[in-house]
């Protein structure tokens, strides 16, 4: 059996028949329902023209991308004011290689990490590791994660597909004693395990979920309060964010703090949001004393340059993950990559190749939760038949293409429709098994592998209009 | 060409080609959408909310009364290393006596030097400061770093005593950014004005990571109280 919860991959069928078949994850899935996904809507609910506020958001982002090569010089600028430090980084690669620099250049062997995707996509925790660097995720879910050797399945609930047995049977073998399932014993052992981790630590990695260019702050929104620790104990902090991230000015901050947490899990606010602004300054007992921010290509410009840019909008707050009937169905890694859910079958695609993940954007009955539930009212269902449409452009199949030419031939003459509606009801009416048809031969067989597919009406609605329309008339 | 050049030079090409596709927008006005404020009376905004995110709250009318209080937390709680922050309004109040005479070990953050300070900050069992600001319209402290208020003194230690007035309570979270704006004035430039580092804090530390099940105390202290003095 593949292991979907280690390894990416691009065998979604595979995967979503062992997600379907996986018990424990079914139930934490339907738990997403009742907690987040509810939350979410309660959260909308609660603010008072949380509408208006949401597109307000929304053009905020549109004008940062618009002009964001200005607002990254600008936020560049700021940070070095500050005494900060900034790296450009196109590709993982560059990023990997910046971040193991700057840990040897400050000598740092410890590192502690607040949860960070953008970290997940440069796979930075093995490369750190190879430079000879100990690396501890410190976001609770993630630190499970890390000693069960598994990947995040939700942007911010990375451990919702364990259950409490699963994850006492993980920490205790970590820590060599029977720990029991009670979710406030394991949570408190991880408190005490990482705490050590942070007394220890000289290198702190964190993302950023805002960048703002006008002071040159990093905006931290944690529940745990490990983003704190990581920016408050080691003497080194790097803040590694994609570069969508940046926003222009302070005043905007609070337009996308009061959705965040609310688009998330239905909060007023996150615990902790915390603005970094540079380094520690002159008399501080703690902080970092260096300050480096790496900003991050890999992929974007090319998505910033084409129709897809709106993704570049998310502010990945998992809201789409929750509302997704899909998502609820098969959980995060099915979906293959790092970023999972109606927002991950656009990103995957477009970081990584549309052919290496052709089921991807058909991953959606597009039925508009996802934009419905997104802080940004970000057009998923818009952007994946967007990609449907690539991928149509790259079909090479003769046979699918003289399918469709034919199909469209039908549809723009009516008298041929009518006519191959009454030969596909002379054909199929006898194969019918109470109206339904169960199987399909031939190239149909696909299409009632998994429902069955109505028979056409023995009358045409056009005929019994005329029927009808003649008997009122008398 | 540099990496930061050739980065750059990317995005800018990206930028063109992707504008000429669609509108480019201004940046928006905002007009007062999204302000919720906090009604008639901003303190029972903030109760209803900080409490909600399973914060305490004990309001008081004079010294007095926030000494007695404090003392009794630190009772209940059975602890004996005391973390003290220093700000006008804990001056005020002059906790370091009034504990030190009643037998408790209290650390003043004053006395601390960087180079020795994580140790009192990792062994301390409570931690006691002021704050900078109360947001009303989402229950939350503010708090900027500084000399005399550490970030470790509200997250280290697993319980906080945050001591208030309620002057410093602003409506609504637009208000907190106008008046961190305002601080540009006098400041020179707004990135000045902000601290090495600026907390909201809303609630005790949580986690939801087991079964989305709410536990608290993870990282950051499990329980925090908020005294809030009559101004």
Redesign the interface.
């Known amino acids: 059996m593949n292991d979907y919860a280690r390894h990416e991959h691009h065998d979604f069928p595979g995967a979503v028949h062992q997600a379907l078949a996986d018990e424990p994850l079914q139930a934490?899935l339907v738990?997403?329902t009742g907690?987040?996904m509810a939350g979410n809507r309660r959260g909308y609910a609660a603010?008072?023209?949380?509408d208006?506020?949401r597109d307000?958001a929304k053009?905020?982002k549109?004008?940062t991308?618009?002009?964001?090569?200005n607002y990254?010089?600008q936020l560049e600028a700021?940070v070095v004011?500050?005494g900060g430090k900034v790296h450009?980084?196109?590709s993982a690669e560059?990023a990997r290689a910046i971040i193991v620099d700057i840990a040897r250049q400050s000598s740092c062997k410890r590192a502690v990490k607040s949860k960070s995707m953008t970290s997940e996509e440069i796979h930075l925790n093995r490369a750190l590791e190879k430079a000879g660097l100990e690396v501890t995720e410190?976001?609770?879910?993630e630190f499970?994660l890390q000693v069960a050797g598994e990947r995040p399945s939700h942007l911010v609930?990375?451990?919702?597909h364990?259950?409490?047995e699963s994850?006492a049977r993980v920490l205790s073998k970590y820590v060599g004693d029977d720990l029991p399932d009670d979710?406030?014993t394991?949570?408190?052992t991880?408190?005490r395990i990482?705490?050590q981790e942070f007394?220890q630590a000289d290198l702190g990695i964190t993302g950023a979920n805002f960048a703002v260019a006008?002071?040159?702050?990093v905006v931290l929104v944690t529940?745990?309060?490990?983003g704190?620790?990581t920016?408050?104990?080691p003497r080194v902090h790097v803040a590694l964010m994609g570069?969508e991230k940046v926003i222009?000015?302070?005043?905007d901050?609070?337009?996308f703090?009061?959705l965040l947490a609310r688009a998330a899990?239905g909060?007023?606010?996150?615990?902790?949001?915390?603005?970094?602004?540079?380094?520690?300054?002159p008399?501080?007992?703690?902080?970092p004393e260096e300050f480096h921010l790496v900003?991050l290509?890999n992929g974007r410009?090319?998505i910033?340059?084409?129709?897809f840019?709106e993704s570049l909008e998310c502010i990945r707050c998992g809201a789409c993950l929750n509302a997704c009937p899909v998502y609820r169905r098969i959980g995060g890694h099915a979906y293959g990559g790092v970023y999972s859910g109606p927002i991950g079958s656009i990103l995957t695609p477009l970081y990584d190749s549309v052919s290496n993940n052709p089921e991807l954007p058909h991953a959606s009955s597009l039925c508009g939760a996802c934009q419905a539930a997104c802080p940004v009212k970000i057009n998923i269902p818009r952007m994946l038949i967007g990609l449907r449409e690539v991928q149509h452009h790259h079909r090479t199949s003769t046979w699918e293409h003289l399918a469709y030419k034919l199909w469209s031939l039908v549809l723009r003459k009516p008298r041929l429709y009518r006519l191959a509606l009454r030969f596909a009801r002379m054909l199929l009416g006898p194969l019918a098994d109470d109206g339904w048809l169960k199987r399909l031969p031939g190239p149909g067989a696909g299409w009632t592998h998994a429902r069955d597919f109505p028979v056409p009406a023995s009358r045409s609605f056009r005929d019994r209009w005329r029927e009808l329309y003649a008997k009122k008339e008398k | 060409m540099t990496s930061r050049e050739a980065f750059l030079d990317r995005v800018r090409k990206a930028v063109a080609a992707g504008n000429r596709a669609g509108i480019v927008h201004p940046l928006p006005d905002r007009n007062g959408v999204g302000y919720q404020g906090a009604g008639s009376d901003p303190l029972e905004r903030f109760e209803i909310e900080w409490k909600a995110a399973g914060g305490q709250l004990h309001l008081l009318h004079d010294a007095d009364a926030a000494r007695a209080k404090v003392l009794d937390l630190i009772q209940t709680h059975q602890v004996r290393k005391i973390l003290l922050g220093s700000d006008p309004l804990l001056t005020t109040l002059d906790l370091q006596q009034f504990l030190q005479q009643r037998g408790l070990e209290v650390i003043k953050v004053q006395d601390l030097e960087a180079a020795t300070s994580p140790e009192p900050f990792f062994a301390a069992d409570i931690g006691i400061s002021g704050v900078d600001f109360l947001i009303a319209e989402t229950g939350s402290l503010v708090m900027r770093s500084a000399p005399n208020q550490p970030r470790s003194i509200s997250l280290l230690p697993p319980v906080h005593i945050a001591i208030a007035e309620r002057r410093q309570l602003v409506p609504d979270l637009f208000d907190l950014f106008h008046k961190t704006s305002e601080f540009s004035q006098d400041f020179g430039s707004l990135a000045s004005a902000l601290p090495s580092c600026l907390t909201l804090i809303t609630g005790p530390s949580k986690t939801g990571d087991i079964e989305l099940r709410l536990v608290t105390g993870v990282h950051g202290p499990g329980t925090v109280h908020v005294l809030m003095l009559d101004s």
Not at chain 1, 157 to 160: E, T, Y
Not at chain 1, 214 to 217: I, K, S, V, Y
Not at chain 1, 223 to 226: K, L, V, Y
């Open positions: 934490a738990r997403l907690t987040l603010l008072a023209d949380s208006r506020l307000h053009q905020i549109e004008h991308l618009a002009h964001l090569d990254l010089e700021s004011k500050l450009w980084a196109a560059d410190t976001d609770f879910g499970i609930a990375p451990a919702v364990h259950t409490r994850v979710p406030k394991l949570a408190l991880g408190r990482l705490r007394h006008e002071t040159g702050t529940n745990e309060g490990n704190r620790l920016t408050t104990c570069m222009p000015r302070l005043a901050l609070p337009v703090l009061k899990t909060q007023t606010l996150s615990v902790y949001t915390t603005l970094i602004t540079g380094p520690r300054r008399g501080e007992l703690d902080g900003i290509d410009s090319r910033l340059a084409g129709p840019r």
